[in-house]
C-alpha cells in the first residue's frame, strides 16, 4: 500500500557500494523509503541536494533526510557542509553523515572511555594523555573527540611518526584541534608513548595484534585500554571483544578494559538514536556530524553502561 508523505532517506555515496548496515539502520529507524546514490563526488552535492528539498512540498520536506557516507572522514564532513550550503529555507532537511560507521563507532569509544576514566576516580580527559593506534577514519574521528575533550591525543601508526605526523597536521588545520604523530613499528617505539599513556585506543586493521600484554603491564599511567578489533587475533591482548570496564590485572594501576563488541553496543544505539532524531518530525533541520553524535552518545553511555 502506498503511503502517503513517506519519510525518505537519500544516501549520497562517493564509494562504488552503499553499506548494507546504513541501509538496514534507516529502515530499523521507520525510514520508508531508502535511496541510495553511489560515486558521488563533493561537486555533486549541491544539485542533489537541491533536486531533494524542491521535489517535495512544506509537509513532504519535514519527512526527506540525507545520509552521507563512504569511507572518508574529511570527505563526509565537507558533503556535509556541502549539503548545508545548498539549503534555501523554508526547503531544508536533515542531513546525517558517518562514513564507514566511523564518527558513530568513534563517538561510542570516546563516550566510553570517558565515562570509565571518571568511574576510576580520575576525573574528566582534561589533560590525559591518549594515544590512538590506527589512523583511519574512526581512529582520526576518536582522535579529535578527545583532543577537544582537552585530551593531548597522539595518532599512532605502524608506517612510522613521519606518516602519523603528516596525517595529525592535516587534522589540525582542518579542525582546529592539536595532534601529534607517533610509531608502532618497534617495542621501543611503542613504549615510548606506552610508558605515558593515560588512555591506548587500538583502531588499526583487523586481526592484528597491536599491543602485547608484557607492553601493557609496563604502562605505568594507564587508565583505560579500548581496542575495535573484534576479528581474531585481539588487537589488545587481554581486552576480550565483551569487555567493559573489566580489569586488567597485569596494569600497575589495574587499568579497565573495553572491547570491540561492548563499543558496539553503544555504537548501535547511537546510530540508531541519531537515524530516529531524523524520522522524527521537527521544525528544524538537524545537520549530524561528529559533534552532534558525540554528544548523543555521551547521553547513551551514562545510561547503558552498568
Keep these: 500500500m502506498k503511503c502517503e508523505d513517506p519519510f525518505l532517506l537519500h544516501m549520497f555515496n562517493p564509494t562504488k557500494?552503499?553499506?548494507?548496515?546504513?541501509?538496514?539502520?534507516?529502515?530499523?529507524?521507520?525510514f520508508d523509503g531508502v535511496i541510495p546514490y553511489t560515486d558521488v563526488e563533493l561537486g555533486d552535492i549541491h544539485a542533489l541536494t537541491q533536486d531533494t528539498i524542491f521535489s517535495r512540498g512544506p509537509k513532504g520536506v519535514k519527512r526527506t533526510s540525507i545520509f552521507i557516507g563512504g569511507r572518508d572522514f574529511s570527505l563526509a564532513?565537507?558533503?556535509?557542509?556541502?549539503?548545508?550550503?545548498a539549503m534555501v529555507p523554508p526547503f531544508e532537511v536533515s542531513v546525517f553523515a558517518d562514513p564507514s560507521g566511523a564518527i558513530t563507532t568513534a563517538a561510542a569509544i570516546v563516550a566510553c572511555i570517558e565515562f570509565w576514566v571518571?568511574?576510576?576516580?580520575?576525573?574528566?580527559?582534561?589533560?590525559?594523555?591518549?594515544?590512538?593506534?590506527?589512523?583511519g577514519p574512526v581512529g582520526v574521528c576518536a582522535g579529535i573527540l578527545a583532543a577537544n575533550c582537552g585530551a593531548n591525543v597522539t595518532l599512532i601508526s605502524y608506517l612510522g611518526p613521519e606518516v602519523a605526523n603528516e596525517i595529525a597536521?592535516?587534522?589540525n588545520s582542518k579542525f582546529g584541534?592539536?595532534?601529534?604523530?607517533?610509531g608502532s613499528r618497534t617495542d621501543e617505539e611503542i613504549m615510548s608513548f606506552l610508558k605515558d599513556s593515560h588512555v591506548v585506543?587500538?583502531?588499526?586493521?583487523?586481526?592484528?595484534?597491536?599491543?602485547?600484554?608484557d607492553q601493557l603491564a609496563k604502562a605505568e599511567n594507564l587508565i583505560v585500554a579500548a581496542d575495535v578489533n573484534a576479528v581474531p587475533p585481539l588487537g589488545i591482548e587481554g581486552v576480550e571483544v565483551n569487555d567493559m570496564g573489566k580489569v586488567l590485572d597485569y596494569t600497575p594501576k589495574r587499568a579497565v578494559g573495553i572491547g570491540a563488541l561492548a563499543i558496539g553496543d553503544i555504537k548501535y544505539k547511537v546510530h540508531y538514536k541519531l537515524f530516529k532524531m531524523m524520522v522524527d518530525e521537527k521544525e528544524e533541520p538537524i545537520y549530524i556530524d561528529h559533534e552532534e553524535a558525540f554528544k548523543v552518545a555521551r547521553v547513551i553511555a551514562r545510561d547503558k553502561i552498568k
Design 17 to 30: 557500494n552503499v553499506s548494507p548496515f546504513d541501509v538496514n539502520m534507516a529502515y530499523e529507524a521507520d
Design 177 to 182: 584541534v592539536s595532534m601529534k604523530g607517533g
Design 77 to 85: 564532513l565537507d558533503m556535509l557542509k556541502r549539503a548545508k550550503t
Design 169 to 171: 597536521e592535516e587534522c
Design 201 to 213: 585506543i587500538g583502531a588499526a586493521k583487523a586481526g592484528i595484534q597491536i599491543l602485547r600484554a
Design 118 to 135: 571518571d568511574k576510576q576516580g580520575k576525573g574528566t580527559l582534561e589533560g590525559k594523555n591518549v594515544d590512538i593506534i590506527g589512523t
